[in-house]
T-cell receptor, first 119, second 112 residues
């Protein structure tokens, strides 16, 4: 099956610093990647949709200046949490859509997630 | 009111039991219904996918959708300790099929 990786798997940072999380599709090309956030015992919440070569589309309530997304290639998307604060501590998960996939639900593959802790 | 409601559990069953996991939803426009399995500290893995109403079976797993009641279920037969995980339901509309609305997940523990 298609594999999506994320790096780092866990990061601890000080308040006010920026953190970059990478999402890679290892064995397929992904025209679209999605970034989710999951708080403990809560649902995955879609933050933004990123398409290769264009600006990301953010969901309502997600600050685009705080969560910078870059999708520079068909296999890599990055999420940068700028000026992180303790309330940004969460589990960030990306997913990638197989290029040419017809049924999204069968062709969206999730990464293992990145746990961010802001002190 | 959340769009998708799911009992968080935990649900503890003995090995070999039949497990029933459920979600209710409020948006009648949902047409795609998915079940994901998520192990601790891992990303979700797609288990079952159903379009509109009806049943779908895959090995030990059966997914049911009752749109009239806005209720979906996942049944696991002959449950195994390796099935211990959090099970998330997710739904989407035809117009926004990329946008998955997730339930909060039910934690399942299958005891040997």
């Amino acid at each position: 099956g298609a594999v999506v990786s994320q790096h780092p798997s866990r990061v601890i940072c000080k308040s006010g610093t920026s953190v970059k999380i990478e999402c890679r599709s290892l064995d397929f090309q992904a025209t679209t990647m999605f970034w989710y956030r999951q708080f403990p015992k809560q649902s995955l919440m879609l933050m933004a949709t990123s398409n290769e070569g264009s600006k990301a589309t953010y969901e309502q309530g997600v600050e685009k200046d705080k969560f910078l997304i870059n999708h520079a290639s068909l296999t890599l998307s990055t999420l940068t949490v700028t000026s992180a604060h303790p309330e940004d501590s969460s589990f960030y998960i990306c997913s990638a859509r197989l290029a040419g996939g017809i049924k999204l639900q069968e062709t969206q593959y999730f990464g293992p997630g990145t746990r961010l802790l802001v002190l | 009111q959340k769009e998708v409601e799911q009992d968080p559990g935990p649900l503890s069953v003995p090995e070999g039991a039949i497990v029933s996991l459920n979600c209710t939803y409020s948006n009648s426009a949902f047409q795609y219904f998915m079940w994901y399995r998520q192990y601790s500290r891992k990303g979700p893995e797609l288990l079952m996918y159903t379009y509109s109403s009806g049943n779908k079976e895959d090995g030990r797993f059966t997914a049911q959708v009752d749109k009239s009641s806005k209720y979906i279920s996942l049944f696991i037969r002959d449950s195994q300790p390796s099935d211990s995980a959090t099970y998330l339901c997710a739904m989407s509309t035809v117009d926004s099929s990329y946008k998955l609305i997730f339930g909060s997940g039910t934690r399942l523990l299958v005891r040997p």
